[in-house]
């Protein structure tokens, strides 16, 4: 069945034409249970073949939180790329693929006694810390391992602040250094984070400053480091263009250049940037309601099981399968399919109108999505389909 | 004047065109048919407010489309040629004094009917008595064909995300090679080699999964937006570039010259799959 959708304009600036070509070709052609998430691959290899690409003695470690999905990893894997991982269950995934120790890094500031364990008897030895207990945590499981200590930067500007929850200020992060060293670890190096889809590309600014100020601190201390993680950030696009990965990194490897010794190891890991773009979810419109002056629309995607971000102030473009005129279009409030009056995904959305049954299409929407969902009021999380390029390469 | 603005979605440039008058408007049941008259470019064909063709300078396009593979096979005979309700590079093919039998398969009558009052220039070929006109779509027709007796088949379709993509599957140029003679060959337009040339790596790609032989030409076409308009041919066993008819046939761009510099060279080809091509 060919389905028609009403692409507009200002889609072409947020999903690239092959993709969607590629979405909608596999439209055609499936029987369509809805909602599952479609990830084109050719797009996150190229995003990949991005990231890092105007960072001297840069290394990439995906954030494998944005989106753990199993076709996912081994796509990634076969791109040889680093992992970023905060649990034992990511761990387990990325152990059954083979990968090896010292492609994998831990960045979460406070880690899971089990979690560290399973980390030790797999070999890795990078991890992140910012408070004294975490070192000894290290120091009892993982002894001599390579820790980098979170330093707290300004968030603003990112639209997924984390700055609050962890980081340490400066003077702190230097006695923990220290700290690390005195208990026998080996401390390597700073990482900082500027926020999760950070437009705002003067947080690296002040970011690596503050990172530079903690060097020589540490260097006073005779403590020698080599290694800065940068952390993520790079924004992606949604319902606008943002500042490109080559700007961002451009300025931040002139900023490294400048701050830091010549021979310093970068480590990037973003996540977002890798997988968000990519993919483009698929859900059917359940339902509509004319409720006093507002134009609702279900559909079978919502808060619980896929789209928690939209809480948080992320808004997503759709393109609507629809059989009426461009020209009419309606203002909708877009609701998910469960009981919970706070399943509100998206408020003044003008679309052309869809019927009930329809599809919509959100784009942009790989990144912390499905890692999100759960099973609320019975709806199942959605699956993951990488389209992929079958046959000769 | 009012001005006519193209709506391409793709397109990162638009296009406006003066109208001296609207000479038709009407929603078939698949799109939304235009015909309106312009100082420079005459008459022109708008389907789903974007330019298919101009009196004056559709003849880049139909003979780019058709003479090529046309020339490059050793002697075709039965052709297909699906879309181009217009009439346009069935025209053309009918240039060809031993083809035999044209299949002409377009998804919408309105588009020819209005072509024949609007654009006889242009359509005057459908009614050949070699041409079959079957009005259904292009991809269930190849998918009907049975036997593999065509010689060439040529799609002349519209925006390739719309309603078109059908003809640009990996199944559908599956069911297409398997019609196809042995050295049969196969010709699509597959947009702006400046501006998509991610869809142009897409298609080729996905013929390349299907026939042995893939190549890719382009034409300068003014009305397309980025106008630097690729071709994408393929072919079970002969080459596309090399000429094995001498052009004896009337043509006002199209000949053996053309035929051979319209082919991208090698090394800017291999760039753009390796895609280290980046404008």
Not at chain 2, 185 to 202: G, L, R
Request: hydrophobic letters at 40%.
């Amino acid at each position: 069945m060919l389905r028609t959708f009403k692409v507009e304009k200002f889609h072409a600036s947020i999903i690239p034409e092959s993709t969607l070509f590629k979405v909608l070709k596999y439209l055609d052609k499936e029987v369509i249970e809805t909602p599952f998430l479609l990830i084109d691959s050719e797009m996150i290899k190229e995003k990949v073949s991005m990231i890092g690409r105007h960072i001297r003695n840069s290394k990439i470690f995906y954030a494998v939180k944005a989106n753990p999905d199993i076709e996912i990893l081994k796509f990634l894997n076969e791109l040889n790329l680093g992992f970023e991982i905060s649990s034992e269950g990511e761990l387990e995934i990325l152990s059954s693929l083979g990968v090896e120790p010292e492609r994998i890094i831990s960045s979460n500031p406070v880690k899971s006694l089990k979690f560290l364990k399973m980390a030790a008897k797999y070999g890795i030895h990078f991890f992140s810390y910012d408070s004294v207990d975490e070192v000894d945590k290290l120091t009892k499981v993982v002894p001599h391992c390579n820790v980098y200590v979170r330093l707290s930067v300004p968030n603003e500007g990112s639209e997924w602040p984390l700055s609050k929850k962890f980081g340490v200020e400066l003077d702190e992060a230097a006695t923990l250094l220290t700290y690390a060293k005195d208990k026998g670890l080996n401390p390597v190096g700073i990482t900082f984070h500027v926020g999760s889809q950070c437009t705002n590309v003067y947080n690296w600014n002040i970011a690596l400053d503050k990172a530079k100020a903690l060097w020589e601190l540490a260097e006073r201390n005779k403590i020698k480091l080599t290694l800065l993680n940068i952390g993520g950030g790079y924004p992606i696009k949604y319902t606008k263009n943002v500042v490109s990965i080559e700007t961002i990194e451009k300025n931040v490897n002139n900023l490294i250049y400048d701050k830091f010794p010549k021979n310093i190891e970068i480590h990037i890991e973003p996540g977002r940037a890798v997988v968000g773009e990519a993919g483009i979810f698929v859900a059917t419109v359940i339902g509509k309601a004319q409720r006093s002056d507002e134009e609702w629309l279900y559909i079978d995607i919502g808060v619980f099981n896929g789209l928690m971000e939209s809480v948080g102030g992320i808004k997503y473009s759709y393109i609507v399968e629809s059989y009426k005129h461009t020209k009419y279009k309606k203002r909708y409030t877009i609701a998910g399919p469960s009981c919970d009056s706070f399943d509100v995904i998206d408020k003044n959305v003008t679309l052309p109108e869809p019927d009930t049954g329809n599809l919509i299409l959100i784009l942009s929407s790989g990144a912390y999505t499905v890692s999100y969902a759960s099973e609320f009021n019975g709806f199942s999380i959605p699956k993951t389909i990488l389209i992929q390029r079958k046959g000769k390469r | 004047m009012i001005k006519f603005f193209e709506k391409a979605p793709y397109a990162p440039v638009e296009y406006s065109y003066d109208v001296e008058e609207i000479l038709y408007k009407e929603k078939s049941k698949f799109q939304e048919i235009i015909v309106i008259k312009n100082p420079h470019f005459g008459k022109m064909l708008i389907l789903d407010d974007v330019v298919q063709l101009t009196e004056r300078d559709e003849f880049f396009y139909h003979e780019m489309l058709t003479h090529v593979i046309m020339h490059a096979h050793p002697h075709p005979k039965k052709v297909i040629v699906i879309g181009g309700g217009d009439g346009g590079t069935v025209r053309e093919v009918l240039k060809h004094k031993n083809v035999e039998k044209i299949y002409f398969v377009e998804i919408d009558e309105e588009v020819i009917n209005v072509s024949k009052k609007f654009f006889p220039t242009v359509s005057y070929g459908i009614d050949d008595p070699r041409v079959e006109i079957k009005i259904m779509d292009g991809a269930e027709f190849i998918l009907k064909k049975k036997s593999a007796d065509i010689d060439a088949v040529i799609v002349d379709s519209t925006d390739i995300i719309g309603f078109a993509r059908s003809l640009y599957t990996t199944d559908f140029f599956t069911t297409l090679r398997d019609c196809l003679t042995d050295e049969g060959m196969f010709v699509t337009h597959s947009e702006s080699f400046h501006f998509h040339m991610d869809m142009v790596i897409e298609i080729q790609e996905t013929l390349k999964k299907v026939f042995p032989v893939v190549d890719l030409y382009t034409a300068p076409i003014a009305t397309y937006p980025g106008n630097w308009w690729s071709f994408s041919c393929a072919s079970k066993k002969y080459g596309c570039r090399e000429i094995r008819r001498i052009p004896e046939i009337e043509t006002k761009f199209y000949d053996s010259e053309i035929h051979l510099q319209s082919f991208v060279p090698e090394r800017l080809y291999e760039k753009l799959l390796n895609k280290t091509l980046k404008w």
